[in-house]
């Protein structure tokens, strides 16, 4: 536990100092947002906000589980450098689409095929590596009956939906200032809870360090932002906090602590299915959800204010099931 | 720890109904605030924000802590009955503070020097009660050093001295939209976890309860503020956050996890001292500092962040003192 609340510490502080020195050269490299014309009108002012801010939490977390790590055991069994692997492969589709959006979609980065192929390999590779791990294997925990469920081969596939499913979410989550930042961060705190509780001593320093990375990032990218994440680091989020759940055999608990990702992805598919079904109705003022509630009139911080402490409390609910 | 969890999201919820139904009656009664002529001029638009929103947590607190208190051992000794009744004491004078508030300054309501009375009665009273309690008496812990420090009779007017200053920071702290309330919530995060690792259950109810209630009171009392906590909310919080830290015997840990309140208190003394000194020079633009941040150019809501992760922070470096 003293390890991991050192990690958090140290990434706090990387953080803040990364962010500093990288917010001038984001705005000199011109890395800024081409806000989405369909976004609400408020949104607008936002254009030339630097993306790519989602560097200074992978930085900052990346570097502190290189000196905090529990480093006994074989590496290629190391917990905190699976979950990094698995951050930085998601990173680099969303690094593409930044890279997208900063050429004003004149360089067209991935296409659509090429994003959903390299996700579903990453998705494979990393549901195969739980598979064969021997700490974890085909089984999950189900919280509250505290039950274990041995899912055999049908592990991998299923595994490969939540995989996919979570990092779009998480990237669908991150739409007003500090939002995807300061959900994602209490959701870490209660990761690194269950990683000491169950003595998985390096994913706890990689939650904690994520913790931490997040609370100094959030100074910048809180309202009014300075900086914004970006697809770089939404997907960075996505792929660390969908892996977490999965190295401590909790995937189940992603639909308590990631609750507000998953009700971004499902009211966009809500919307559109609706949408569809009806000939042009809507169910959502606009989605994700967050931009429901934005247009019916609560205020951007008030909306994070809302998400952030009903995850806390969806946390503690998470801990009263796994502990 | 389950009683501790359970109790935050109890208090949370209650917090979030009550705020409902309290917002329109505060409006109804002109329970606004007059803001002050000397605050800084984007505090103008802030006139008539329904002051003693302080009831939302203190009411949500309270009725959680009599449904989840530990019942166990003698009522006299109960260390959330001890924290409520401090709490409360020191909220009737901030109470009397607001309605001076609201009246204009028509109804003077308690003069300086009865508010000094009153506020050193109680210090007193709360002294003597933690110095003859069977689980605290005269001697504190010092964090890092894990030594004891026994002072005698002289904790008696050490202890008033912490007491009227912490819960007078407490109301210097809250000068921001959610400010006082988001960096509190995170004390009160740590003042459970440590309260729990000394198995001080009935404590940990209580400040367990503090934080969920809190944290549902955040929703109406962040930037944009619907309600603003007033001398009512702060006193409350002031009283139970340096009762929670004398119960446990861990008075010193308040200059870490009160860092802001300190640095407010602090603030205000140098400013003035320095200004009487050099015969009208400032040495912050305005006191209490958050106003010299603002002032600055930091907007409110990044001051609001810088404060709150800065003390979740310094919270898990108090942990690792303590734990």
Known sequence: MQRMMFSAVLAYVIAVVLGKLLLPVLYKLKFGQNIYELAPEAHKKKQGTP??????????MI??????????????????????????????????????????????????????????????????????????????????????????????????????????SANLL??????????????????????????????????????????????YNVYPAKMFMGDTGSMFIGGAIVSAAMLMRQPLILVLIAFWMLMSSLSVMIQVTYFKKTGGKRIFRMSPIHHHFELGGMSETRIVAMYMMTTAVLCLITLLGVL
């Not at 993306?51 to 992978?58: E, P, Q, R, S």
């Not at 055991?73 to 690094?95: K, R, S, V």
């Open 51 to 60: 993306i790519m801010g989602g560097l200074v939490f992978a930085g900052a």
């Open 63 to 168: 570097a502190t589980v290189l000196v905090m790590n529990d480093y006994s055991g074989p590496l290629t069994q190391n917990m905190a450098f699976a979950m990094i692997l698995m951050a930085l492969g998601n990173m680099g589709i969303g690094f593409a689409d930044d890279m997208t959006k900063i050429r004003g979609g004149k360089n067209k980065g991935l296409t659509a095929k090429q994003k959903m192929a390299f996700q579903a390999v990453l998705a494979l590779a990393f549901s195969a590596y739980c598979y064969f791990h021997p700490q974890i294997g085909s089984a999950i925990e189900i919280p509250f009956l505290r039950a274990e469920l041995n899912m055999g081969i049908l592990y991998i596939p299923l595994m490969m939906f939540v995989i996919v499913g979570t990092t779009n």
């Open 174 to 219: 991150d739409g007003l200032d500090g939002l995807c930042s300061s959900v994602s961060l209490v959701a870490f705190a209660a990761l690194s809870v269950i990683a000491g509780a169950l003595s998985l001593g390096s994913l706890g320093v990689g939650c904690a360090a994520m913790c931490g990375a997040l609370m100094g990032f959030l100074f």
